[in-house]
Structures are given as C-alpha cells and as structure tokens.
C-alpha cells in the first residue's frame, strides 16, 4: 500500500524561478534564499518520493475568466511549463502520474469532494517554482525531475474560495486515498503559496512576520485551530495573496495521524524577508 | 461571512464573482499575452490590439496608462495584470512598487528592511486618521 | 427573499428538439410525448418563475476530454445553443442570472460543495430540450425563453461521477443558498436526463419501466432511500445512462421542507417509451 | 465500490479515467466534429482529416469503418462518437441501433414494442448461458 512519508510546505514566488533561470541563484539578494532549502534538498536526496502530489494554485495561467474550478486534479500524462507572458521557464516538462491521480480522483469524489478532473494543463510558477527550490535545477544531460508530479490545484483567485476547513478534509481524503493504492508507493504531499504578501493598490508590500510565524506553529501542532482562520483575517493580517496559505492546509491533512497523538515531527523550518514582495516560508514535517 | 467584512481592508479590492464580471474582457486580454505573437502584436500598436477585446473605453485607457490601480478597480485581477508588465519586460516588484505610488528604490528599501508593516495597515479607519480625514 | 416554488423533473432526450425543430411534433410517434406535457405547460403559464436553476449534464460539448468538472455552475451572463454535430439547435440564446448565480456559488461553496465556476459555455441539448418541453418553442416574434436560467451540470460522463447522495445534499445546499438571497423571487429548479436507457453495445434499448416507476416513487417520497442508490445499481438496472437520474437528486433535494413533514404534492407525472432510445420520465412537485 | 463492480454488466463499458486516457485523442477528434467547417474537412478526407489527430491506428480504422463497439472498446465515449453519427446525417438512434447488431427495423420495432427488456440482461452469466457459454 502507497502512504505519505513526509509533507513540505513553500512560498512559490516568480521571481526565485527568474532568479534561477536566469543565474542570479549566487547574488547577495538571492543566496539566502536558497541557502534556506539546502538541508531540505539534502533530506529529499536520503528518502525521494516515489510520486508528489504538490497542491499549488494557478494563476490566471491554465484557468482564466471563463472557467474556475475549486479544486481541480491533473489526471494526465504530462504537464508543460507555462508561458506566463515571460517565455515558459526552461525546466523539465513535468511527468504525471495518471493511474494514482485516477485513484485518488475516484476515491476523494466518493468521499464527496468534488473535484474536476483536469487531463491537460500547462503549469505554471506555483507548481514549477517549489520543483526548482527542493530539487534544484535539473542539469542538462538528465533533465528531467526526480519523481512524478500529481497537481492539485485550489482556486485563491475569484472569491468564493474554499474554506481552510475545507481544505484540511480534502488533505485528510487524499491521505485516505493514498493509503487504499494498491502499490506501494513513497508519496509527499506539498502545499504552496504564501506567506504574507500583498500585490495590490496602495497597501502593497505588506508583511506580517507574526501572522507567518504564528501560522507556521499553529498549521504544525494545532491544523484544527489554523483551519478555523478565517478568510477576512488572512487577508487583513497576510495581504490580499495571503489566502494562498488555505493550501498548505491541504497538505498538512494529508500528514499521518501519530500513534501517540503528538505532532509531527518538523524536519525543517525556514523563513525570510523579502522574496521579490512576499515573505518566503519553509516547512518539512515528518510523521 | 460575506463580501462585505472584506470592505474595511484598506487598499484592497476582492476579486469576486462582480468584480470577476466587470473584468472580463480586460482579463481575457491579459491571458492572450501569454502567446509570444501575441505580445509583439500589442506592442507593435497597442490601440489596435486593445480595440478587439470586448473591453470598455476606461478599460482601455487604464491598460494605454499602465494604471494598475485602475485597472484593479476596472474588474482587472493582478494576476492577469501581470502579463502586461511581462510584455513590457518589467518585474512583479517594479510593477506591484508602481501601485503603491512609492519611488521603485524607496519599495525595493522598503521591502528590504522588512516589508510594509501591519501596524497601522489593518483598517481603512486607521488610514483616514492618519490623513487626517 | 427568494424562495424555490416547485421542482420540474424531466428526461432530454436530444431527438425531442430534433422533432420540435423539424416540425415533427405532430406525428403519430412523437405527439403522445408533447401531449404529455400539456398540463406542465399550462401550470408554468399560471405561476412562472423568475428564474430557473437547470440542472443537466453536458455530453461532451462543453467540456471534453481536456477537463471533466464534477458541479459546475455557469455564473455569466448568456449561454448560446451549442453546435453538436447537426448545428446549433435554433433555439434562443439562454439568459443567465448571474447575481442569483454568484449568490448561490458564495453559500454553497461556503457550504463544503466543491463548484467550478463557469463564465462561458454552450448549452446542448441536455438544457434546451427540458426548456423546449416545458416552454414550448418560442414564437418568431418574440425569441425568448420565459425566464433567466442557472446552468447547473453534474458530470454523469466520466466516472468517478457523484455519489447519489451527494446530489441529494447539494440540493439541499442550493435551496439554503436561494433561500438567502436578498431579492423576491420566485425559483423553480429543474432535475434531468433519464430514465433508463443505454446508448452502447448489444445491450442498448434497454429499458426498465418497474425501475423508472419505483425511482420517481422513491424520489416523491422517499428521497433518501432514492439517494442511497448505488452507481451500479443505475448501469444495471436502468442502462449505462440512466445514471443521469443523480441529477433528479440535485433538485428533489432543493424542495423546501412541508410543516407537516409530509411528502411534497405530485402536480404532474408522466412515463413514456419510446422516445428514441430512452424511456421519458417527467415530474412536477410542489410543497 | 470499485469499478469492478460493473464487470458483470453486459455489453457496457465504463468510461472511467482509464478509458479516458486511452481514448483523449479518438474523443478529441469527435469534439472537432462540432464545428461545420471541420465536417465538411472530414467528409472530402477522412483519411487526412484523421491524420491530424493524436490517435493510434485501430482507433481510426474503428473510425473509418463506422465500428461503434470498436470505438468504445478503444476508449471512445458515446457522447463524444455521436458527433461523427451527426457528421454521417444518421439519428442517435439509428447509430446507437447498429451498435446492437440489429436490422434497423428491427431495433425500432423493439423499442416501439417498450424496449430491450431488463429480464435477462442484468448480468454477464445471463448472456452466457443464453449462448450456450
Ligand atoms: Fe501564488
Ligand atoms: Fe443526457
């Protein structure tokens, strides 16, 4: 049977993917940045994941104004970088994993999570950007990622958006489906977005290190008291892109219950000021 | 919970079903952006371009002016806005800096030292009494 | 405040609209199935709705292979009759309501129900031939439906499809959420698709009368034990598309409640085999 | 309840992900049906017109032959194949007839007389025994 080894939690802003691709990884700006994930790279090199099912959301990139799903699963093949109007970011095409994104689909739609089914989308930053930070770039003569990639993608754009309870029960149906897979498979789950960040009108650049921090240790040891934020405070205390944080929610009800009831294990935490206009977060947690 | 706690935010607009409405046309023209063609036909004669969306005259001109913050207000949603500063080859901070009415050095400072504060931020009444309104 | 009148069941078999749109409505084959429709027609002149809440499935019009949502509600502001092959149906174009529509996708979604929200779409015969039906075609000289419609569409396609319960539930999501809307307005919702039919292989034809006859009793009566039905239990017994009964769900679950805990009053109920290859279904309730 | 549960049904495919995968192009191709120009495309080439579709070679034989049954074995959706029926200026009934094997007449006189009945039809075993299997 497949079970969650391990969740991850990240920022997912452009700018680092320019920063990478554009060699400016080194620049005093940017090394701490990435400075801030190398003990998590050297993690997922001891244990990689057979399959990922990173929650992230879209923007404006596969789902525009004519059609926006709650929580929409990609069931395909493959998955292309998207052209977000800079040119598509020159990383490997991302493979799916259709036999388990199907399994899970059919399990989580039984559980009354209604889910659309996604066969064709091209990704964009949310999902390319958490690949680069805790995989690296891949080097040219095996360009390609580690390990299958499932995007489950949460619409945080047009309000209404799905409540952080919500989020929590799709994280805890999509642990159950994975552990009724019939192969036995070392799946992550990761949740994206976030932290505080505001990239609108006059209250732009707004960062909350307290909310983040705050958050942090509540989504880790208390995910019921983080799920009951509600959407008015995430966008007062973490700027209107602050919302984004629902979806890390989704990972951290995918994390195995212990059998002493404690709470995971954090592996890794990191947190910096700036990325581009966002507090950048890091969390690894371990059963 | 409804729209309207959201309305004592300051300096934000929530992007909903109303506003999601408003915005169509503009944000349809944003995401066709994402096609390089595309993006060297607006440049090349941005009034034409602009002409075959079914976009409004104020529209329009909030997109001719770069005017974010009026495009926000048109129904616009930045992360569809964010395609035109990628055409103009511009980075999310210089052009989220740009609604902010701040100099790009000033936000960039600004962001180094930590970011705007959320002190004094959280509320539209705390905004009116610091100008004095 | 708004407030859900009654609830309107009925199959769409596509080759109803054909008949109406050929002029064939007066042959021997097809005026038993119009004449039963009759005293519908006439009950919706006496009180009409302001607005309708249509709940069908589309069949791979609007949504392909590409992308399968399992609700989708359309929120904009018109939907045009949609090309399937004969060319578009000549219909008029369906108004939508779209502050009813976000109003309604706000609450349920706050309700734990997972919609895709959808702007633009065509319309195939899954929602025109119920308004054909019941409306009847509107004259030249005034090319109109009646009323502003809400899109409702339940994915019955691809499977994993909703459960039967879920739909039960959903309705009962959308009455709380008409319930709330500010304006007065009178609301009917619509279920259709079925009954029993199968369009594929050597067993395509069948149908099943004693199954069709006890599922419109279940559902008047009994709308629980209706929505307990299984999905096999449907491609068994019904075909493999009466499974489009779950959409009867959606809007027996949106009838409001009697005071006196007694099931809502049958205004009309009709059966009819053969209307192509489907036995025709077609029920009014009102509280 | 798995999908194994609808195995026992007779003579009915269940169009899960599955199937949809197998079937993305064939379905695809019926989709493009959907708009008059590509009829008329199709019509003055099948061949070529096929050609153009991510589709593996039984499935456009399944195509060009009108083999229904073929067409859903290889991941085709009824919904999706009608489109070609309509292409053809057949009805849904006369396409979803042949599928059965039966003489057109036939099956329209089955359905006038109230349709295949259920009795015997609900499980695969029932088939077999009818054919001596
Ligand atoms: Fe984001
Ligand atoms: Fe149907």
Known sequence: MAHVSATVYTSHVPAIGAALDHGRAAEPYWAPVFAGYEASRAWLREDPPDAIVLVFNDHATAFGPDLVPTFAIGTGESYAPADEGWGARPVPVVQGHPELAAHIAQSVIQDDFDLTLVNRMDVDHGLTVPLSLLFGQPPAHDFRWPCPVIPLAVNVVQYPVPSGRRCLALGRAIRKAIESYGEDLNVQVWGTGGMSHQLQGPRAGLINPVFDHAFMDMLTTVPEAAAAIPHVDYVREAGSEGIELVMWLVARGAMPERADGRAPTCVHRFYHVPASNTALGHLVLAP | ?133
Chains 1, 3 share one sequence.
Request: hydrophobic share 40%.
């Open chain 2, 1 to 133: 919970m409804s729209n309207a706690d959201f309305a004592d935010i300051p300096g934000t607009v929530l992007f909903d079903a109303q506003q999601a409405r408003r915005g169509y046309g503009l944000n349809q023209f944003c995401m066709s952006l994402m096609n390089a063609d595309n993006r060297k036909r607006f440049k090349a004669d941005e009034v034409a371009y602009l002409a075959d969306w079914p976009m409004s005259d104020e529209q329009r001109q909030a997109v001719l002016d770069r005017d974010m913050n009026r495009c926000l207000a048109l129904g616009g949603n930045v992360y569809f806005l964010v395609k035109i500063a990628a055409t103009d080859g511009i980075s999310v901070q210089q052009m989220v800096g740009r609604m902010t009415g701040m100099d790009e050095a000033d936000y960039r400072d600004m962001m180094l030292r930590g970011g705007r504060p959320i002190e004094g931020n959280r509320y539209r009444h705390e905004w009116l009494q610091r100008s004095g309104g």
